[in-house]
């Protein structure tokens, strides 16, 4: 069992409606048919919302998105439409609204990775490939990889693991032709991003992205942004601590894991003995203290100041 340890009740806004609460963003839809997604300051980890909240990370993760999509706009189009806040909506709410273009999601995790850690480790591990692809012989954990590959992931409800698939099974569930689509953009947006972080001295090791098509959009890209020419939207969050793994260049050392601008603070602290917690009971985990909020929240807005070169001070200036 895993999921939120007590799932919060959504905020009733005039002119909302209130359509999904997910591990980190709730998501409404207003009287135009746009999408409102609002970043809240939740954390997850191994499977569970946790019951402490870490200040800013919404926020963060909205401005550093907004950022992402602004480097990417020339490479592929994106849901955003605007950051406004709604009329009778919490003051909380700015700075972690994101008013989006709503979308035909894509049931795929587009997964790209340069780095060979996480689930594509443990797979290489037990069969040298990852998702049906073969890599070489020798790599360990942080190993940069031949080149990026694409490794698909079905998206699983909260609670439940993604799971890694194999680009034949993308084919059969979307199509040979969004099948190409997909693992083409995925890569060409994952190496811009490479790029820009590695100019910043750091790692981008992998990330993943939801892509759709427009309502009335047709398969040929008709009604889509000219910036791409395939007919797909970049939607959701993009290139964030939460989505992706960013390390500093200067530590990388393959063999073992790496540094890391995330939340591992927070699994660190929820499996070793200091919790108290057993992770394969089903009890859910404690509150964090508050070393381990302030060191989380620090680690987010170093990743934010590290990549877009401003300090972290919110209201942004």
Not at 6 to 16: C, S
Not at 52 to 74: C, M, N, V, Y
Not at 105 to 115: L, N, S
Not at 146 to 164: Q, Y
Request: hydrophobic letters at 35%.
């Amino acid at each position: 069992m895993s999921g939120f340890v007590e799932k919060p009740d959504p905020v009733q806004v005039p002119g909302l409606l209130h359509l999904h609460t997910g591990k980190v963003r709730d998501l409404y839809r207003n009287e135009a048919g746009d999408l409102v997604m609002v970043a809240s300051d939740r954390i997850s980890a191994y499977d569970w919302v946790l019951p402490t909240e870490i200040p800013d990370k919404g926020r963060i993760l909205t401005q550093l998105s907004l950022w992402w999509f602004e480097q990417l706009a020339d490479l592929v189009p994106n849901h955003v439409i605007g950051t406004e806040v709604p009329a009778g909506a919490p003051a909380d709410w700015a700075g972690r609204t994101m008013v989006c273009r709503s979308l035909r999601m894509i049931p795929v995790e587009c997964v790209a990775r340069g780095y060979l850690t996480g689930s594509g480790l443990a797979e290489y591990e037990q069969t040298r490939t990852v998702c049906g692809l073969a890599l070489p012989e020798g790599l360990t954990d942080g190993s940069e990889l031949p080149g990026p590959i694409f490794t698909p992931a079905t998206k699983a409800a909260v609670g439940d693991h993604d799971e890694n698939v194999s680009y034949e099974e993308v084919a059969r569930e979307v199509g040979a032709e969004t099948a190409a689509q997909l693992r083409q953009l995925t890569l060409a947006v994952y190496q811009r991003a490479r790029d820009v972080a590695s100019d910043r001295g750091i790692i981008l090791a992998d990330t993943k992205f939801e892509f759709g098509h427009g309502e009335g959009d047709g398969e040929d890209g008709i009604g889509v942004s000219a910036a791409s020419d395939v007919g797909l939207v970049l939607g959701d969050e993009v290139l964030t601590p939460d989505s992706s793994r960013f390390w500093p260049a200067d530590q990388w050392e393959p063999g073992k894991a790496q540094p890391s601008y995330d939340k591992q603070f927070v699994r660190d602290w929820l499996s070793g003995p200091e919790s108290g917690w057993d992770r394969s009971s089903e009890q859910p985990p404690p509150p964090l203290p508050e070393k381990v909020v302030e060191a989380t929240r620090a680690k987010y807005a170093e990743a934010y100041r590290m990549l877009t070169g401003l300090d972290w001070d919110w209201p942004l200036r």
